[in-house]
Each structure stands twice: as C-alpha cells, then as structure tokens.
C-alpha cells in the first residue's frame, strides 16, 4: 500500500451530532478521498444544510485537491450523509459496504422509498472485503466488519484505518448492535480483525463522546491502545463475554434520535426523498400507540 507518510488525514468534527468527517490526501498528487461526510440537519426547523461539507470541500479547494471518492463507513443512524452533495459538487463516486442491500431491503419498504434504486445502485460502487481503491499514489483496502450494520467496513491506508462506529474511544467501548441486520457475535470478530493489526496502527472514529473525566473531544487512537484499555473488549475478553455484555447493554440503549430520518437519507446514498405532488420533500417517522 501507498507509503503512510503520503497520506495527510485531517479530521472535521460535527458537535452537533459528534460525528468525525476525514478529509484523506496525497498532497503530492492533489488528490483525496473524504470518509463519512455530514448533511447539517435542524430537526425543529425542518431544514438541512451543506456547512459542514463544504468545510471539507473548501479545505480541498486551498491544496488544489481532486476528490475522487466519498467513501461511506456505513449507513448512519445518527447523523444525515452529505456524500450526494459532495458527488454533485466534484463528480466524486459514493463507496459503501456491499451489505447496504440488506438494509435498504429492511427500510425502503418501512418508509414507502420506492425511489431507492435496487441492489444499491444509488451508491457507485459497492465494496466486497479485499477490494481495493488506488488514489493518487495511496492504496486503500477495504474491511468488512460488520456487526454494527451489515454493510460496515472499515478503510486502511497502511497503519491508519478508519473504522466507522465499530469501535469508540477505549473509555466509550464499541458499537451498539441492535439495529436490524446488527450482529454481536459478528461485531465482536469484526473487532479484533482490527485489533490483530499491528499495535501502533492508527485508528480513526467517526464519533466521540466526552466522557466524564476526560477533557476534550478525541477521534484517534490505537490498536495498542484498544487492546489495553477498551472497556468493553481490551484484550482477553472472550466472544462469550463481549456478547452477554453487549446484548445487556444495548437492551437499555434509547434509539438515535436521527435514526428515521438519516435511514431514510442515507439509504439514498445522501439524496433527499423526491418531492411530493405539491412540490415538498418529506421524510417520514413510523408511529406506534392506540388507535385503530
């Protein structure tokens, strides 16, 4: 793979939904790659916004960078993907794992999408575990790690890996797995896939959370530093005690309160629904309670 000291990674940070955006270049070469890019999303205004993204996109501008490919961890539950906007804006291609088959089959028909396009094709290309993408002069494999979502992968370019929500900070611990299509047991191995690389390999998150005791928000950290100190799966807990734990804890676990309508986004790959006969786009929010 492409030498690590080619690669530049800068991170943009979203407080309103915690979420990290990666900005990831071969300067030399004026080209790059963004990871899990962010649709700003007022909840009570009903309005979204690209001030996010185009951060990213502007930052790209200053190097004179070509943005090849927005490569999407997995279909997010917590925040709105801006990876449309930024195909539009670049003629960049949209990257996911191949399993977001399986969530758009579990959600397109709960929120009547019948616009989403089948067997994937609202994303450019749908990554198999192996594949590879050459940028510049960086090579970028894919990992598949589900267990979080069937369609999560995680994206190594030589010893740092963007690992999407499979791991948080080792204060913070892992994933939830109670999404359908989430997997424990799958989760767990996912993990320590990762973990089996080397000890210094660099790992990047897509979200942080300030735990208490801790001062400041961190996005990155280590194989090393998982196996030590993580608090769900450090080294030497077993696959039986990581999915007792994780099917305890995520039975407490309230759902993301963007979870309707990122799906409905991001199974899109970052479009918004088409709009309605009188012209508005809406998204939609599946109730349950009395009545008929």
Not at 44 to 72: C, N, P
Not at 246 to 260: F, G, I, N
Request: hydrophobic fraction near 40%.
């Amino acid at each position: 793979m492409g030498a690590g000291a080619d690669a530049r990674i800068t991170a943009f940070f979203d407080s309103a939904t915690n979420s990290v955006s990666y900005l990831v270049a071969d300067i030399a070469a004026r080209a790059a790659v963004i990871v899990d890019p962010v649709l700003d999303f007022d909840v009570g205004a009903s309005t979204v916004g690209t001030h996010s993204a185009d951060s990213i996109l502007a930052a790209a501008d200053r190097d004179q960078l070509t943005i090849h490919w927005v490569l999407e961890t997995h279909p997010h539950a917590d925040h709105l993907s801006a990876a449309d906007h930024v195909r539009r804006r670049t003629g960049a291609k949209i990257g996911v794992g191949a399993g977001i088959r399986q969530v758009q089959d579990r959600f397109a028909p709960l929120f009547g999408a019948d616009d989403v396009k089948p067997d994937g094709a609202d994303f450019d290309r749908l990554f198999d575990d192996g594949d590879t993408l050459a940028v510049g002069t960086l090579e970028i494999e894919v990992m598949a790690t589900p267990g979080h979502t069937p369609a999560c992968v995680s994206y190594r370019v030589d010893d740092a890996v963007f690992v999407g929500d499979t791991l948080f900070m080792p204060d913070y611990g892992t994933a939830r797995t109670d999404f359908p299509g989430g997997n424990a047991r799958q989760l767990y191995r996912s993990i320590r896939r990762i973990l089996s690389l080397p000890r210094e390999t660099r790992l990047f998150l897509c979200h942080d959370y300030e735990v208490p005791g801790r001062d400041g928000f961190v996005w990155m950290t280590t194989v090393g530093d998982q196996l030590d100190r993580n608090i769900h799966i450090h080294a030497g807990v077993t696959e039986d005690e990581y999915v007792t734990m994780r099917q305890a804890r995520d039975s407490t676990l309230r759902a993301p309160k963007l979870l309707y309508p990122a799906i409905q986004v991001n199974i899109r790959a970052g479009r918004l629904p088409p709009g309605d006969a009188n012209g508005r786009r809406y998204l939609k929010l599946p109730v349950t309670g009395p009545g008929p």
